[in-house]
C-alpha cells in the first residue's frame, strides 16, 4: 500500500534562511509525488510535482523539490524563506497502480520567524 | 481563487440534525472529490466522483452521502454525525481522475459536530 511519512509536525525558521521539508514515500510502482501548501483558511495548492524525467523540479513560489528513489524521498527545498511562506505543507504519492488515488502526509506546520 | 467553490465555510450542527455541504467548480472538470482533513492526520479520501458517476468510497460511514447531480456541483449530506466527525471538509476537482491532472481544492468547510 501507498504511504506518505512527513516526519517533521512544526518547523521553524528565520526569514531569508534557507528551508529543507522531508518526505519518504511508500509506493510500489514509479510514484507521481506532489507537494502542496495550505495557507490558514484555506484550500490546498499544488506548489509541484514528479512524475518522471529531471529528478530536480521546480516549482511555483521560489520552491523546488528533489526525487531519490534509493532513499525513497521527495523533499522540499526554499533557499530564503519569505514571512509569507508560513503554511502548512503537505507531500502526497500517487500513481496509475492504485486506483489513481493519491495519499497525503499528515503534513508540516512552517513558522517564519522575523 | 481555485475555481473550487464551498458553502458554507463553517457549520454547527448537533448529532441528530441533518445538514448539506456543497460544492462548486467554474473550471469545467470532469472529477470531483471529497476529503476529510482532521488535525494531525493525513487528508483522508472519501468519495470519488468520474463523469457524475461515483468510482470510489472508501469506507466512509452511511452517515455520509455524498451526490453529484452534474459535473460541476458535488454535495456531502450528513445525517447523525458523531462529534469525531468534527473536522475540515475539502472538496476538490481534476480534469480527469487520472493523478497526473492536479487537483483544484476548496477552502473546505469547518465542520463542528455537538
Known amino acids: 500500500a501507498q504511504s506518505v511519512t512527513q516526519p517533521d509536525i512544526h518547523i521553524t525558521v528565520s526569514e531569508g534562511a534557507s528551508l529543507e521539508l522531508r518526505c519518504n514515500y511508500s509506493?510500489?510502482?514509479?510514484?507521481?509525488l506532489f507537494w502542496y501548501v495550505q495557507s490558514p483558511g484555506q484550500g490546498l495548492q499544488l506548489l509541484l510535482k514528479?512524475?518522471?524525467?529531471?529528478?530536480l523540479v521546480q516549482g511555483i513560489k521560489g520552491f523546488e523539490a528533489e526525487f531519490k528513489r534509493s532513499q525513497s524521498s521527495f523533499n522540499l527545498r526554499k533557499p530564503s524563506v519569505h514571512w509569507s511562506d508560513a503554511a502548512e505543507y503537505f507531500c502526497a504519492v500517487g500513481g496509475r497502480n492504485n486506483n489513481n488515488d493519491m495519499r497525503f502526509g499528515a503534513g508540516t506546520r512552517l513558522t517564519v520567524k522575523p | 481563487e481555485t475555481g473550487v467553490t464551498q458553502t458554507p465555510r463553517h457549520l454547527v450542527m448537533g448529532m441528530t440534525n441533518k445538514k448539506s455541504l456543497k460544492c462548486e467548480q467554474h473550471?469545467?472538470?470532469?472529477?470531483m472529490y471529497w476529503y476529510k482533513q482532521s488535525a494531525k492526520k493525513p487528508l483522508e479520501l472519501m468519495f470519488v466522483?468520474?463523469?457524475?458517476?461515483?468510482?470510489e468510497n472508501n469506507s466512509v460511514p452511511s452517515r455520509f452521502s455524498p451526490e453529484c447531480p452534474n459535473s460541476s456541483h458535488l454535495f456531502l449530506h450528513l445525517h447523525t454525525l458523531q462529534p469525531e466527525d468534527s473536522a475540515l471538509y475539502l472538496c476538490?476537482?481534476?480534469?480527469?481522475?487520472?493523478?497526473?491532472?492536479?487537483?483544484?481544492f476548496g477552502p473546505g468547510t469547518r465542520l463542528t459536530v455537538l
Open positions: 473550471l469545467g472538470h470532469n472529477a
Open positions: 514528479y512524475f518522471s524525467g529531471d529528478t
Open positions: 476538490a476537482s481534476s480534469q480527469e481522475t487520472d493523478p497526473y491532472n492536479e487537483q483544484f
Open positions: 466522483y468520474n463523469f457524475k458517476e461515483q468510482t
Open positions: 509506493y510500489g510502482a514509479t510514484p507521481y
